[in-house]
């Protein structure tokens, strides 16, 4: 039956009045007859609530106290996140070699007995040589800006090239057997012993005539491993305040540091002590309007590369990184964000993101809460939204509730947090609920709940009216019910298998590759998937083979293929276990890899520590099939 009226019958109208009117009388009443009322309404919630496989009220505020009295817990012990990234030491050098490129904030200068000269940061010289180091505690004595150094004459320009080189990068391309001696006097000129273990290293490979490429992937790890350590130096010497050159106050607290550290630490002090400002000449720079306890943080990422991070601190030492323009610290305090999110504090991370203008962090953040609209709309913060900000999440398509009366709760209880103040809004609030989209049953609770909110605050609103309008009397003729359908941003997608022909009812492997585009929600919990095909893999159908994502890659390995078929009485069949691995990228479509040294199927294939796994499964022996017990790994570098 089709309603094509855009107001209700008029005796349904002095129906609901005369409801309306008994509803009032039994609230100012109470009695039997009003806890009827109430139980009837529970009723309605408990049956949908189990359709749904919703949490009940209570059980939903006992997991919040318990989460809430675990992060008091942690809180009280201290337990902060440590984080941080493995190419920090990486990155720092290379910064503080493109400042010596520049001769920006240089202060040592060594020269040799032919009258070549190199400039260099003290601080970086200082970390990989203990006698350069020693001429550092000296210079805090006397205080000059810079020191003017010449070695004895063994010295020749290419083995202190070599050892600058190695002091910022952690390697030395140049090492070879001509050069071997001229960078070992150089070394122990200069106290380096880990470039005379690298000399001793080079000296022993070529003895043993190993591969070039080894030699190359051996001398790349040993960079990082170097690097490392020179960061590590340079940490020491900030804790035993040697070489520092410039002291910053915050809120009475004096920190020491280095200003070249600074200087490729943050844009703020690079700006500060490279251009022509009057803190480039100051011994001390007070730092106005900053929080001690953040500037020790991030003092201690510059020269670690690591932060302390919880709940409690991050939003106020991102502010002091955004303020000061801490770029490592501030990936980190992001990172942080964006991975530790949950339900609790999503709108807090909203609200900051907002505040700040950082767009990536708004659009995760708000895609979570989208996500996981339900549980954080049981959340308390959730009835401190501004009505803008609920209005606009309520009439986001991509939406994701178990049904649309979750939505319909979520304004209830947003509303009832204040009635008086946002009972006039309500009308507004309830033009996001898409309430064609609820069942019968659903709808009842609608029908009671706004019963009730009507008579609580007599405003004149006539929620109900609208409601029962949007569900399908009275509608706008020819409207079209506005689904809500979601994108995911990450894909689930269907690599071969086998599958039922339909024609003749055998079960062939497939080629194919389909992913899920779309989620679209229907009447009640009625959820629909679109699926689109991606591709074909290259070579022949497979299937029980193993799948893996690596940086947005998708690997696939081993399985099988029918090359055979048994009695059809028996309904059995034969089938081949594979050894070839491909990728398949987005972009670039599929690429053939090494195979593995062991053929398999019906394996486990996972990704850990940027390198691809795979683990048991069976392989062929002869006539029969047996367990596969080898594992190996696959480093796609």
């Known amino acids: 039956m089709e309603f094509t009226r855009l107001y209700m019958p008029m005796e349904w109208e002095e129906r609901w009045r005369r409801e309306k009117e008994r509803r009032k009388k039994a609230m100012e009443e109470g009695g039997e007859r009003f806890e009827e009322e109430n139980r009837k309404l529970r009723w309605i919630k408990a049956f949908n609530d189990r359709r749904m496989g919703l949490k009940g009220k209570e059980e939903t505020e006992n997991i919040r106290n318990e989460k809430e009295e675990m992060e008091r817990v942690e809180n009280t012990k201290g337990g902060a996140w440590k984080c ?5 030491p990486r990155e720092i050098f290379r910064a503080l070699q493109k400042l010596r490129q520049c001769s920006l904030l240089t202060d040592l200068t060594l020269s040799v007995d032919s009258g070549l000269s190199f400039q260099a940061h003290f601080l970086v010289m200082a970390a990989v040589s203990s006698v350069l180091q020693q001429k550092l505690q000296e210079r805090d004595m006397e205080k000059p800006k810079e020191m003017f150094l010449c070695l004895v004459p063994e010295v020749s320009g290419l083995g202190l090239s070599a050892v600058l080189e190695f002091a910022y990068t952690g390697t030395i391309t140049g ?15 200069l106290g380096v012993p880990r470039v005379l273990e690298l000399c001793k290293e080079e000296d022993e490979r070529k003895q043993k005539q190993e591969g070039e490429q080894k030699m190359e992937d051996k001398r790349k790890t040993s960079a990082e491993e170097q690097m490392k350590v020179s960061l590590e130096s340079i940490k020491q010497l900030w804790k035993d305040k040697i070489g520092c050159d410039v002291e910053l106050e915050a809120e009475g607290r004096i920190f020491h540091a280095h200003r070249v550290l600074l200087s490729v630490s943050s844009d703020y002090f690079r700006a500060m002590f490279n251009c022509d400002m009057r803190e480039r000449q100051q011994a001390s720079v007070s730092l106005l309007l900053l929080g001690a306890p953040e500037l020790d943080g991030l003092l201690h990422c510059c020269y670690s590369g690591d932060l302390l991070l ?8 991102t502010c002091t990184a955004l303020q000061l323009q801490f770029q490592a610290a501030l990936s980190l305090c992001l990172q942080f964000l964006e991975q530790q999110m949950d339900i609790h504090n999503c709108l807090d991370v909203v609200a900051f993101a907002e505040a700040y203008m950082i767009g990536d962090l708004l659009e995760k953040a708000e895609d979570f809460i989208l996500i ?13 939204l501004s009505a803008n900000k609920l209005m606009g999440l309520l009439h986001r398509d991509d939406l994701c509730t178990p049904s649309e009366l979750a939505v319909f709760r979520a304004v209830v209880a947003w509303i009832e947090a204040d009635p008086a103040a946002r009972m006039p809004l309500a009308c507004q609030l309830m033009a996001g609920v898409r309430f064609p989209l609820m069942t019968f049953r659903e709808f009842c609770e609608v029908r009671a709940i706004d ?16 409601a029962l309008r949007e569900f399908g009397f009275g509608g706008a003729e020819g409207s079209e019910v506005q689904h809500r359908v979601r994108r995911p941003k990450d894909a689930l997608v269907v690599v071969g298998g086998d599958q039922l022909n339909l024609d003749n009812g055998r079960r062939l492997p497939s080629r194919q590759l389909w992913f899920a585009n779309s989620l679209r929600s229907g009447m009640g919990l009625v959820k629909e998937i679109e699926w689109r095909m991606l591709g074909e893999m290259p070579e022949h159908a497979r299937f029980r083979h193993g799948v893996g994502v690596l940086d947005g890659k998708l690997y696939v390995a081993g399985g099988c293929h029918y090359y055979s078929k048994a009695d059809t009485m028996k309904s059995a069949y034969s089938y081949e276990c594979l050894v070839s ?9 599929t ?31 002869r006539k029969f099939y047996t367990d596969q017990l080898a594992c190996e790994s696959y480093d796609p570098i």
């Open 372 to 384: 996981h609209f339900h549980e954080v709309a049981a959340t308390q913060k959730f009835l401190d």
């Open 591 to 621: 690429t053939y890899l090494a195979d593995m040294t062991h053929d398999r199927a019906q394996h486990c294939m996972e990704t850990l520590a940027d390198r691809i796994w795979v683990a048991g499964g069976v392989c062929n022996l």
């Open 84 to 88: 941080g990234t493995p190419i920090y």
């Open 310 to 317: 919880d709940w409690g601190c991050v939003f106020e030492l």
């Open 451 to 466: 019963l009730h909110m009507e008579c609580v605050v007599d405003d004149g609103a006539e929620l109900y009216r609208s």
């Open 175 to 189: 090492l070879t057997r001509e050069s071997l001696a001229e960078i070992q006097t150089a070394a122990l000129c």
């Open 581 to 589: 691995m491909l990728v398949y990228h987005p972009e670039q479509g």
